[in-house]
């Protein structure tokens, strides 16, 4: 069975500054896909990342960074220079590979970007 | 449209009856999913359509919930009998085959 911990329930910071999400999963399967959502207010969850548990290299968009380590079984995502449009909810969801739409969710964490 | 449209955005309904919320997606995706979000948690599951086909309900809980997408495209979701427990908000979600989903706005369900 999979499991998501996002141990940080709730992050309140001034904005312009940094703030990292973290996400830890617990797998049994050797191959799987590892997703990033936003729920912002308005409710609709907002696609930002996919990655497969073969490609560990960090990845950057713009003010988005995400840091895989398998070892570790993490997936953290750093939001830089925060802005007050980052608040919202953050999800992280690894799946398998096979049956791939089978996303196992967290409760999220609260994200409040303060001005 | 260019995004998944649910409606309606907000249904209130009374304990016994039956409701139904629509869901549209985004052309030309062939998988439809729907989750049930309670407030404060992670979207849980309810059902998968490939097309028209129905490939998975595993997570639909109890016999009171039905869904059908019968032309492939637009999927509605069936509350029959409701309970205060069916409160919570509807995500309906669409994508391309094994490509990530892309969610609707939701329907925020209030059973008094």
């Known amino acids: 069975a999979q499991k998501v911990t996002q141990a940080q329930t709730e992050i309140s910071v001034v904005e312009k500054e940094d703030v990292t999400l973290d996400c830890v999963y617990e797998?049994?399967?050797?191959?799987?896909?590892l997703f990033w959502y936003k729920q912002p207010p308005s409710g609709e969850l907002v696609f930002l990342i996919r990655?497969?548990?073969?490609d560990e290299q960090n990845e950057i968009s713009g003010r988005y960074s995400w840091n895989f380590q398998k070892s570790t079984s993490s997936f953290n995502f750093t939001i830089t220079a925060s802005q007050v449009v980052d608040s919202a909810v953050y999800f992280c969801?690894?799946?398998?590979?096979?049956?791939?739409?089978?996303?196992?969710w967290g409760a999220g964490t609260k994200l409040i970007i303060k001005p | 449209g260019a995004g998944v449209s649910q409606s309606p955005r907000y249904k209130v309904a009374k304990r016994g009856q039956d409701v139904a919320l629509r869901c549209d997606p985004i052309?030309?995706?062939?998988?439809l999913f729907w989750y049930q979000q309670a407030l404060g948690q992670g979207p849980e599951f309810l059902t998968y359509?490939?097309?028209?086909?129905?490939?998975?309900k595993s997570g639909l809980p109890s016999d009171r919930f039905f869904a059908e997408r019968p032309e492939g495209s637009v999927s509605t979701l069936k509350i029959q009998r409701t309970q205060q427990e069916d409160s919570a908000v509807y995500l309906c979600?669409?994508?391309?085959?094994?490509?990530?989903?892309?969610f609707g706005d939701g329907t925020r369900l209030s059973i008094l």
């Open positions: 969801a690894p799946t398998n590979m096979d049956s791939n739409y089978q996303l196992i």
């Open positions: 797998t049994r399967d050797t191959t799987y896909y």
């Open positions: 990655r497969n548990s073969f």
């Open positions: 052309s030309g995706h062939v998988s």
């Open positions: 359509f490939q097309n028209e086909a129905q490939l998975d």
């Open positions: 979600a669409s994508s391309l085959v094994e490509q990530p989903q892309h």
